[in-house]
């Protein structure tokens, strides 16, 4: 009986163990439109990523966005060649597509991953700018 309970702590410490180290790596953070609005018109060094496809980002997209499609095969090669050290913004039409490029860099390695909430719809019904 004592032992099943000392594997049964050992187990639990380990779990416990492993979920501190994801908690440290940093989480996906979902951010509103005007957050992002702020960091997109306060730097022009941004790390901004639309990830829709070229097609929807010649319609219009943010200002200093650069277009990397996550439906892409060589997506993660796109991508790779940004500063993982530093903040990277991403962005789709309504979330989803951001959501999966979030994930994708996170697992790259990268340390901050910023997601905007709602898109580039949310974005326009905030009536924020956008370029063509």
């Known amino acids: 009986m004592r032992k099943g309970l ?8 380990l779990a416990l163990g492993s979920c501190k180290q994801e908690v440290t790596t940093g989480e996906i953070e979902v951010i509103p439109p005007l957050q992002v609005y702020e960091a997109v ?10 990830v829709r496809t070229p097609e929807e980002y010649s319609v219009s997209h943010l200002k200093n966005a650069q277009n990397i499609c996550v439906t892409d095969d060589d997506f993660q090669d796109q991508v790779g060649v940004l500063d993982k050290s530093k903040p990277v913004y991403v962005y789709c039409r309504s979330g989803k597509r951001s959501a999966r490029a979030a994930k994708i860099l996170k697992e790259m390695g990268f340390t901050k991953v910023y997601d905007l909430q709602g898109g580039i719809q949310e974005w326009q019904d905030n009536e924020l700018e956008t370029v063509n």
């Open 6 to 13: 000392n594997i049964l702590i050992l187990f639990l410490l």
């Open 41 to 50: 018109y306060g730097s022009d060094s941004l790390q901004l990523v639309d």
